[in-house]
Nanobody, 114 residues
Framework: QVQLAESGGGLVQPGGSLRLSCAAS????????MGWYRQAPGKQREWVAR???????NYADSVKGRFTISRDNAKTTVYLQMNNLKPEDTAVYYC????????WGQGTQVTVSS
């Protein structure tokens, strides 16, 4: 069964932090890499970060130094720690494999606003 369930979003002030979680089914979690993506209003979905099974990580330039991706293999869960959030980080955040599958979860809304 294919499952991607994102959670942890919310409303936060600029400079604040959030931690997103993504519970994935094992068949997805065993792909070579998992990623976080986001889609801001009126924009195309964009890639944010990647973590491989060996925990090698990569980040988009826009979030480098502020976001940290991690994974818990026992829980088949991927996390995205987001610090020093900016209004331009406002988006619906999704997790998926990297490269991504055609299937997407419901995402979790992150709104950064004062």
């Amino acid at each position: 069964q294919v499952q991607l369930a994102e959670s942890g979003g919310g409303l936060v002030q600029p400079g604040g932090s959030l931690r997103l979680s993504c519970a994935a089914s094992a068949i997805i979690f065993n792909f070579p890499a998992m990623g976080w993506y986001r889609q801001a209003p009126g924009k195309q979905r964009e890639w944010v970060a990647r973590i491989t099974r060996s925990r090698t990580t990569n980040y988009a330039d826009s979030v480098k130094g502020r976001f940290t991706i991690s994974r818990d293999n026992a829980k088949t869960t991927v996390y995205l720690q987001m610090n020093n959030l900016k209004p331009e980080d406002t988006a619906v955040y999704y997790c998926n494999t990297d490269p991504h599958l055609d299937y997407w979860g419901q995402g979790t809304q992150v709104t950064v606003s004062s």
